[in-house]
């Protein structure tokens, strides 16, 4: 057995022989780009206690990664395509290492984000890789079928993160969060070396470098604009933002429609099921990454579970999706994309529904429903879709085809943690102010706690410390006078730390209520417009180019 595959998949006269090895690797890779996001979410507050991180902070050690992340995916799965989309891979992985490194060992929030950017550009590497090689690898029969897995991956990725993180954090501090992707990405670099088959385009097109760069700059504008513009306020930043997205999108859309050979050919965008597809892939994320968002501060904060705890709580999630791709696999052959889908996104819009009735007396019990439906709705929609986007693209851009589908995806779970957090936020103030309407307690500690879940609670936990040490005062003071009053100002501060805590997790409950309304509308109208974009059974989304003799004999050769 040979110790590195050299032989380029396109120039084999039969499928790869190790094709399930090699996606195995692929998997694996895909795995830790998708836990490092999912995995923060629950390292976040030992983060921002060690490091002292402001809400500021902390938003852009999340969001660090997430704007190279998707800024860079198409100019770099082009670059991918044209080069070698193993040797993308491979790096990938090394500079995504190399940040994981430098993210644990850093002690500052400026170091923290400046180690997620680079994890950042190398997942932007890696995703579209990872796909585009899936697809060169296994013959169109399989690739359905392969694509499924693959997107199972990324639904147990989503519940993985916090279960491994909690496990982590259960010993070590939040540093461990960032060295568990080094010995993984280590084992995926190795497998690509020895599994994975080189695969690159076989045409030797100069690339477009220049509609690359345009892509750069209105996708990353636009990701920086929807992080900043809810959280931060719709200021001179977010504003501006919005204006380059917007005339950097009009320039790239004008650029490619000129170009001979464009990174991206904008025309597909006219065919409806790929517009469909990639809606449905944008659609489905906002919700899930909304979701998740909320899910995990109300399972950690209300209910009161650890990091590990809540990780357990999310597997229903990861189960429901493994099944769902499975269901998928069966019947989207017989009864076509447009059907799977949009069933789909039915489910997910039933999943939020479901999250409406949460109250404050509402257990984890009543969130085991809402995580199953919506872990088979993901199963159901997405691995349909990603094979729709991939097969719209020539075994040439296959990088490309990646890049598209990530980008939709990315852009998605962006939408959706800073609209629906933006939402919840907002409706989580205003139930607070109105539970705690008529209190005796102190404006500023009111506006602490309408911050944000956590800083509720602990408002309430300092309210309480401060009612402790009152009654120590009154049980050794000699004045029974004294005694007297310092013991009822600390009944009133244990009454006022009581009804802070009930009108806390009350008002998160009512806000989280309230956000899945808002999310289950959007998805209900997206589930519409899917439903009438996608194509019928038997119908192609659209017609991807064919490769010629020539370029199947050349494309790979790296």
């Excluded at 770099?76 to 790096?91: E, N, Q, T, V, W």
Aim: with cysteine.
């Amino acid at each position: 057995m040979r110790l590195v595959m050299n032989e380029p998949v396109a120039t084999m006269d039969r499928p790869y022989a190790r094709r399930w090895w090699a996606l195995l690797v692929l998997c694996l890779s895909l795995l830790i780009i998708v836990m490092a996001n999912t995995a923060l979410t629950v390292a976040a507050p030992d983060m921002t206690r060690d490091l002292g991180l402001s809400s500021a902070d902390l938003q852009w050690v999340i969001d660090g990664y997430t704007v190279p992340y998707a800024a860079l995916m198409l100019l770099l799965g082009a670059i991918g395509d044209k080069y070698s989309r193993r040797g993308a891979l491979i790096l990938g992985l090394f500079v995504f290492g190399g940040g994981a490194v430098a993210g644990s060992l850093v002690d500052s929030s400026t170091g923290v984000i400046a180690a997620r950017a680079v994890m950042g550009v190398g997942a932007a590497m890696i995703m579209p890789a990872t796909l585009s090689l899936l697809a060169a690898t296994f013959p169109r029969a399989e690739r359905a079928k392969a694509i499924v897995l693959w997107t199972a991956t990324a639904g147990l990725a989503i519940a993985a993160g916090p279960l491994v993180a909690g496990a982590l954090l259960r010993g070590h501090g939040w540093a461990s969060t960032f060295l568990i992707n080094v010995p993984i990405a280590a084992v995926a670099i190795v497998g690509a070396l020895i599994l994975v088959p080189p695969s690159k385009a076989g045409h030797q097109h100069r690339i477009d470098y220049v509609g690359g760069l345009l892509s750069v700059v209105w996708v990353g504008a636009l990701v920086y604009m929807i992080i900043e513009g809810p959280h931060f306020g719709w200021g001179v930043k977010a504003i501006g933002a919005a204006v380059v997205a917007g005339v950097a999108l009009v320039a790239f859309v004008l650029w490619e429609l000129r170009h001979p050979r464009p990174v991206l050919d904008v025309r597909r965008f006219a065919h409806r099921g790929f517009a469909g597809a990639n809606l449905a892939v944008a659609l489905f994320f906002l919700a899930v990454f909304g979701a998740f968002y909320y899910l995990t501060q109300h399972l950690q904060f209300v209910l009161g579970y650890d990091a590990w705890e809540t990780g357990v709580r999310m597997l229903p999630l990861a189960g429901a999706v493994f099944v769902g791709s499975a269901l998928t696999g069966y019947l989207t052959p017989r009864l076509g994309m447009r059907v799977t889908v949009t069933a789909g996104m039915v489910g997910g819009t039933a999943a939020l529904a479901l999250l409406t009735r949460v109250d404050a007396g509402s257990a984890y019990g009543d969130f085991v429903l809402p995580l199953v439906v919506l872990g088979l709705a993901i199963g159901l929609a997405l691995s349909p879709c990603t094979d729709a986007i991939m097969g719209a693209f020539p075994e040439s851009e296959l990088g490309v085809g990646g890049a598209v589908n990530d980008t939709s995806l990315e852009l998605g779970g962006s939408l959706g943690i800073a609209l629906l957090g933006s939402v919840l936020a907002g409706s989580y103030s205003s139930h607070l102010a109105d539970a705690t309407s008529g209190s005796k307690l102190p404006g500023d500690a009111l506006s602490t706690a309408q911050d944000s879940v956590g800083a509720g609670y602990a408002v309430a936990q300092q309210i309480g410390v401060q009612a402790h040490r009152l009654a120590e005062r009154a049980a050794g003071a000699t004045d029974p006078q004294q005694a007297a009053q310092l013991k009822a100002q600390a009944g009133q501060l244990r009454d006022g730390a009581r009804q802070m805590t009930e009108a806390v997790g009350s008002s998160f409950a009512d806000a989280v209520a309230h956000t899945s309304v808002v999310g289950a509308v959007i998805l209900g109208v997206g589930t519409v417009l899917v439903g009438v974009l996608l194509p019928r059974k038997g119908k192609a989304v659209t017609e991807a180019e064919e490769p010629s003799a020539r370029d199947l004999v050349d494309a790979g050769k790296s």
